[in-house]
């Protein structure tokens, strides 16, 4: 299967509404970056272990490590997990940005300083969200 396809294939996975609510989450970030690089990694390294939830990534950005190599990954990532959806905002270097600037308009969300968790789509402001993520992608973007 193709990134697509295995994206269709866990989104359509979830158990409603967890299965609506990411198919949204889905198609706002293809409308966010039409043409951002598409991600898909099932939470197993390369041993096979499970270490993580799956993700669905969108966008790319060069992570540097202190011994100077560099690596791909995606910018913005979205997770199903047992009680709900993740929403990944990495690469803010400020960990205090995203709890500080969104963290009481969201609504019924948790907001770390790359995580934004909620319950249900539903359940939180989607345009705040959405400012978040744009926000994210700019300040992340490679130049």
């Not at 979830?14 to 609506?20: G, S």
Request: negative net charge.
């Amino acid at each position: 299967m193709n990134t697509e396809e295995r994206i269709e294939a866990y989104i359509t996975g979830q158990a409603e509404p967890k299965c609506n609510d990411m198919q949204a989450l889905h198609h706002l970030m293809l409308h966010i970056m039409p043409v951002g690089r598409l991600w898909f990694s099932d939470g197993k390294n390369s041993d096979g272990k499970t270490i993580s939830n799956p993700s669905i990534g969108y966008g790319a950005r060069t992570i540097t490590y202190e011994d100077g190599k560099t690596k791909e990954f995606y910018q913005i990532g979205i997770s199903a997990n047992s009680t709900g959806i993740s929403v990944y905002i990495l690469g803010i270097d400020d960990k205090h940005y995203l709890p500080q600037t969104y963290g009481k308009t969201l609504g019924k969300a948790s907001v770390s300083s790359y995580c934004i968790k909620f319950k249900r789509l539903n359940q939180i402001d989607i345009n705040t969200l959405e400012e978040a993520i744009r926000y994210g992608i700019e300040t992340t973007r490679d130049e």
